[in-house]
């Protein structure tokens, strides 16, 4: 079991950049493929970024794809989101999630731990 905990979410104008983390308790961590959703007022959750168990291999929306990078670092239990080039649009809760699973995965339903969300707002 992994409980994500993110952070790093704050407002920012557009065309600025955000790091998210997300840190994870639990001594599994190596176990889990993870991931980024997010989700705008009145809009249903997305996925946004993905990476492998052994972090050699990621996807992403075509939304995000070339503004934002999904990497982890197994030495400090922590996925990170780094997200260029930010535009109003990308305003939402960010959400960290684990899978059991060693490939990428897209969908929201086959998360199996998610955290809290922070709040990443990009003005005009």
């Known amino acids: 079991q992994v409980l994500p905990a993110e952070s790093g979410g704050g407002l920012v104008q557009a065309g600025g950049s955000l790091r998210l983390s997300c840190a994870t308790s639990?001594?599994?961590?190596?176990?889990?493929?993870m991931g980024w959703f997010r989700q705008a007022p009145g809009e249903e959750r997305e996925f946004v970024a993905a990476?492998?168990?052994?972090?050699?291999?990621?996807k992403y929306a075509d939304s995000v794809k070339g503004r934002f990078t999904i990497s982890r670092d197994h030495a400090k239990n922590t996925v990170y989101l780094q997200m260029n080039t930010l535009k109003p649009e990308d305003t939402a809760v960010y959400y960290c999630a684990a899978a059991g699973s060693a490939t990428v995965i897209p969908r929201v339903p086959d998360y199996d731990y998610w955290g809290q969300g922070t709040q990443v707002t990009v003005s005009s």
């Open positions: 990476i492998s168990r052994s972090g050699t291999r990621t």
């Open positions: 639990g001594r599994s961590f190596t176990y889990y493929a």
